[in-house]
């Protein structure tokens, strides 16, 4: 269970699905964050270089037992570095990463996402919307925080094919990148 969050399909492993018949990712909407908070969080990405085999991220900690392993440096972790997805109705993939914070953290985060391995998006999918950021808030976007005191957020993702995915998290006081690999 733990590692089908994080197998959150980003490693996509259709290599073949990336062929022409594949439609472009849907144009990114608004996150709905403000041009103030977008300052102070957005820092210029900073994504490893692809040189053959995915650096997937390897190091974890249980950042809470009922959300399974949290991966990278935190404080906000993607549970499992592995995300399944599948094939929609209109050729391109989904699937989901649950986000988990670590109580010791309390500010907002903006995550950002881009495959290394070749050309490919990446967009989250909140609700109807979809977006090429994902600001975490303490009650934004479907948070929870269960009695453990972290708090924890679903998103969605849509790609074009399996591969190497990396996400920046910047924070307050804090930038991370983590590396997941999405199969399709």
Not at 91 to 109: C, S, T, V
Not at 147 to 161: L, Q
Request: glycine share 16%; hydrophobic share 40%; with cysteine.
């Amino acid at each position: 269970m733990r590692r089908l969050l994080i197998v959150l399909a980003i490693a996509v492993l259709g290599g073949a699905c990336w062929g022409a018949e594949t439609p472009p990712l849907p144009t990114p909407r608004a996150s709905g964050m403000s041009s103030a908070e977008a300052a102070l969080l957005r820092r210029p990405l900073e994504f490893p270089k692809y040189e053959g085999g995915c650096p997937v991220t390897k190091d974890s900690r249980e950042v809470t037992p009922a959300a399974g392993q949290g991966f990278g440096e935190g404080p906000i972790y993607p549970v499992g570095n592995q995300v399944a997805v599948g094939r929609r109705d209109d050729g391109l993939y989904g699937g989901k990463i649950l986000w988990i914070g670590d109580k010791r953290y309390e500010g907002p985060a903006l995550i950002r996402g881009k495959r290394i391995d070749r050309e490919g998006g990446l967009h989250f999918v909140l609700g109807s919307a979809t977006t090429d950021e994902f600001l975490l808030t303490a009650g934004g976007w479907a948070h929870a925080t269960p009695v453990d005191g972290t708090s924890h957020w679903p998103s969605g993702v849509v790609v074009r094919g399996g591969g190497c995915y990396a996400f920046q998290i910047d924070g307050t006081d804090f930038t991370t990148v983590v590396v997941l690999r999405v199969r399709a």
